[in-house]
């Protein structure tokens, strides 16, 4: 069973993805002379290669693929051989556990079942959607890409990893999971859980994260899908097997069960700590396993002064009407929570003292991948400074989502803050206020 390539274009440089697998192929292999066999020959001269493939990576492939179909994860909501929804879900899961993803993706899929859908939904109603997830960033790109693919591709989703790496937010990687779950393109991923495994399997010197690292990761991977799908063995059968019992649409090609199969090891068995060598599949092949040093790969790029994280302040203004309310409006596009609803930002509180009665009503610490954040919520008795007119009183007839799709403010009941795109920190905070206590000028207590 060979899965089909077709040469298509990159994102940057626009050369064809076939050739940058080449490149893959050649670029700074890991050597595991000894590894795959008992030959003290270079791999290259090995008389065993059939159609270039090395049976020792061909062994190593089909017994991943094996463990797959019978110990690796099955039945998620995403496994289907739509590339629309498979994109959907990795960009989902980019840096977000595959628990919480879980109830976000079938939220999002039900909203907007087809690229056009998600095309021509307010960016409102999708970050909404997609608040708690983090990262939103991802969202924006989300939102891109579908409307690049309804306004140039005519609704059609790319299904090969040349079409797909073009798209918004998507790196080759990812591109290379869709195609292969969908199309069957023998296209291989070298995300982090691949660089941790192959890391390990070689025994990697240099460290996996650096641009020779991932280029080594990447080249015995890709090595690694070619050698399986020209001497897949009795692996074809086995995915043919399986995806007869398949519901219609749900069936996986032989290229992404490896692909699978490698995302799977990496989180479940071969993880950063205590890693389950003893129930490894491919443990006859590791070389860290053999020697029982696991743990000390992927390598570590030499230690440097640490740099201390960057801190940032941040003062929110918790203005109410008379209904109870609170006053929120947009975040701006640059920044922290572009795009999402939130509390009005206040000047540094002891710049704003002298301008405004504030009284402290809680602080939280939180953390972003990249910024230490500490929040302080601030009873004001008016809206800051050019929201006074703008600010719309609270209708519970009217649609939050319409209100911030126009850019207004306006006061938003407390009781539907669960329904907002709003920042995870900001949300736990405001469901910590009384949705239906009225508030006057000067009532707010302290906290």
Same mark, same amino acid.
């Given at each position: 069973?060979?899965?089909?390539?077709?040469?298509? !274009?990159?994102?940057?440089?626009?050369?064809?993805?076939?050739?940058?697998?080449?490149?893959?192929?050649?670029?700074?292999?890991?050597?595991? &002379?000894?590894?795959?066999?008992?030959?003290?020959?270079?791999?290259?001269?090995?008389?065993?290669?059939?159609?270039?493939?090395?049976?020792?990576?061909?062994?190593?492939?089909?017994?991943?693929?094996?463990?797959?179909? *019978?110990?690796?994860?099955?039945?998620?909501?995403?496994?289907?051989?739509?590339?629309?929804?498979?994109?959907?879900?990795?960009?989902?899961?980019?840096?977000t556990q595959?628990?919480?993803?879980?109830?976000?993706?079938?939220?999002?899929?039900?909203?907007?079942?087809?690229?056009?859908?998600?095309?021509?939904?307010?960016?409102?109603?999708?970050?909404?959607?997609?608040?708690?997830?983090?990262?939103?960033?991802?969202?924006?790109?989300?939102?891109?890409?579908?409307?690049?693919?309804?306004?140039?591709? @005519?609704?059609?989703?790319?299904?090969?990893?040349?079409?797909?790496?073009?798209?918004?937010?998507?790196?080759?990687?990812?591109?290379?999971?869709?195609?292969?779950?969908? *199309?069957?393109?023998?296209?291989?991923?070298?995300?982090?859980n691949?660089?941790?495994?192959l890391?390990?399997?070689?025994?990697?010197?240099?460290?996996?994260?650096?641009?020779?690292?991932?280029?080594?990761?990447?080249?015995?991977?890709?090595?690694?899908?070619?050698?399986?799908?020209?001497?897949? +063995?009795e692996?074809?059968?086995?995915?043919?097997?399986?995806?007869?019992?398949?519901?219609?649409?749900?069936?996986?090609?032989?290229? +992404?069960?490896?692909?699978?199969?490698?995302?799977?090891?990496?989180?479940t068995?071969?993880?950063?700590?205590?890693?389950?060598?003893?129930?490894?599949?491919?443990?006859?092949?590791?070389?860290?396993?053999?020697?029982?040093?696991?743990?000390?790969?992927?390598?570590?790029?030499?230690?440097?002064?640490?740099?201390?994280?960057?801190?940032?302040?941040?003062?929110?203004?918790?203005?109410?009407? !008379?209904? @109870?309310?609170?006053?929120? &409006?947009?975040?701006?596009a640059?920044?922290i929570?572009? +795009?999402?609803?939130?509390?009005?930002?206040?000047?540094?509180?002891a710049?704003?003292?002298?301008?405004?009665?504030?009284?402290?009503?809680?602080?939280?610490?939180?953390?972003?991948?990249?910024?230490?954040?500490?929040?302080?919520?601030?009873?004001v008795?008016?809206?800051?400074?050019?929201?006074a007119?703008?600010? %719309?009183?609270?209708?519970?007839?009217?649609?939050?989502?319409?209100?911030?799709? %126009?850019?207004a403010?306006?006061?938003?009941?407390?009781?539907?803050?669960?329904?907002?795109?709003?920042?995870?920190?900001?949300?736990?905070?405001?469901?910590?206020?009384?949705?239906?206590?009225?508030?006057?000028?000067?009532?707010?207590?302290?906290?």
């Amino acid at each position: 069973m060979t899965a089909s390539r077709q040469p298509s !274009a990159r994102k940057s440089p626009k050369t064809p993805a076939a050739d940058a697998r080449t490149r893959a192929r050649r670029s700074a292999p890991i050597h595991l &002379t000894g590894l795959w066999c008992e030959r003290a020959a270079h791999c290259a001269a090995c008389p065993d290669r059939v159609l270039g493939a090395c049976p020792g990576e061909a062994a190593f492939a089909r017994a991943l693929v094996l463990w797959q179909l *019978s110990e690796g994860r099955s039945g998620l909501p995403w496994m289907v051989r739509d590339p629309y929804r498979r994109w959907v879900s990795e960009i989902m899961l980019q840096q977000t556990q595959v628990s919480v993803v879980i109830d976000y993706y079938e939220r999002f899929i039900a909203r907007f079942p087809s690229v056009q859908d998600l095309a021509r939904a307010p960016e409102a109603e999708v970050l909404s959607l997609w608040s708690g997830l983090g990262y939103y960033a991802r969202a924006a790109n989300l939102m891109k890409a579908a409307r690049r693919v309804a306004a140039e591709l @005519g609704g059609v989703f790319p299904e090969k990893a040349g079409g797909l790496a073009q798209l918004p937010g998507v790196g080759e990687s990812t591109a290379a999971a869709v195609a292969s779950f969908c *199309s069957g393109e023998a296209a291989a991923i070298f995300d982090g859980n691949v660089k941790r495994v192959l890391s390990r399997v070689g025994m990697l010197q240099t460290p996996a994260t650096s641009a020779a690292g991932t280029a080594a990761v990447r080249s015995l991977s890709q090595r690694l899908m070619d050698s399986l799908c020209s001497d897949p +063995g009795e692996a074809a059968e086995a995915v043919r097997a399986r995806n007869l019992k398949a519901a219609p649409g749900c069936e996986t090609p032989l290229a +992404g069960v490896f692909n699978q199969a490698m995302m799977d090891l990496g989180a479940t068995l071969c993880t950063l700590r205590n890693p389950g060598c003893d129930r490894c599949p491919v443990r006859q092949w590791c070389r860290a396993a053999q020697k029982g040093a696991a743990a000390l790969y992927p390598v570590k790029k030499p230690a440097s002064a640490k740099k201390p994280r960057p801190h940032m302040e941040l003062a929110l203004a918790v203005v109410r009407d !008379a209904e @109870g309310g609170v006053l929120l &409006t947009v975040r701006p596009a640059d920044g922290i929570w572009p +795009g999402l609803l939130c509390l009005p930002q206040l000047d540094p509180p002891a710049a704003s003292g002298s301008r405004r009665a504030l009284q402290l009503l809680g602080a939280m610490p939180h953390k972003l991948t990249h910024l230490d954040l500490t929040l302080s919520f601030y009873a004001v008795s008016n809206p800051p400074q050019g929201l006074a007119s703008a600010a %719309a009183p609270t209708d519970a007839g009217a649609s939050s989502l319409q209100r911030m799709q %126009a850019g207004a403010a306006g006061y938003f009941a407390l009781d539907g803050v669960d329904g907002l795109p709003l920042p995870e920190p900001v949300k736990r905070f405001l469901k910590t206020m009384s949705p239906r206590q009225r508030r006057r000028p000067g009532a707010h207590s302290g906290a």
